[in-house]
């Protein structure tokens, strides 16, 4: 039998920041927008209702990245204590319509500490979060690229073959 790697329910899609690019709200609104539309289109074939609302986003970045600074901006809650504080996983905030969980994945110099979190980073944010004070499926995680140098090499070849697509955010 062939080894297979777990792959999330979620979509996950990967971030490189070029300051050139989109905004991270622009970003986000369309992602969003495809995934409910897929529902929607999942409801009309299937009969069954799912969810929709507010999207439930994980976001997998170094606390020192320039995607962390923009999601904090868009939080409604500050990050920077909980980036301090060495826990993996934030609080659940609002992000405008949207519910956002950040994971940590280290610190940008240390790209050992992304591959030791990658799987438990993918699989947290997958089941074990409790979005409005129930545990439920995330709809989107982000994960930010990082340097495909060394042992970053085998990370982006792991986080490619998870991720539906990849996309590129400038500012907030």
């Known amino acids: 039998m062939k080894y297979r ?37 999942a409801n009309d074939a299937t009969g069954v209702r799912r969810r929709t609302g507010h999207g439930r986003i994980g976001v997998m970045c170094a606390i020192d990245s320039p995607v962390f600074t923009c999601v904090s901006h868009l939080a409604s809650e500050p990050l920077q204590p909980w980036a301090a504080s060495s826990k993996r996983v934030s609080p659940v905030v609002n992000c405008g319509p ?10 940008q110099s240390e790209p050992s ?29 982000l994960v930010e690229e990082i340097p495909d140098t060394g042992i970053g090499l085998a990370v982006m070849n792991r986080l490619q073959k998870a991720a539906t697509g990849i996309i590129e955010v400038g500012s907030v």
């Open 113 to 141: 500490t992304a591959a030791q979190r990658l799987f438990d980073g993918l699989r947290t944010l997958d089941t074990d979060i409790s979005w409005a004070g129930e545990p439920s499926a995330c709809d989107l995680i």
């Open 5 to 41: 790697h777990y792959s999330p329910e979620a979509r996950v899609v990967l971030v490189r920041y070029r300051p050139q690019a989109a905004s991270l709200t622009e970003v986000l609104s369309s992602q969003l927008a495809s995934i409910a539309e897929a529902a929607a289109e």
């Open 98 to 107: 949207h519910q956002l969980c950040v994971y940590s994945l280290g610190v």
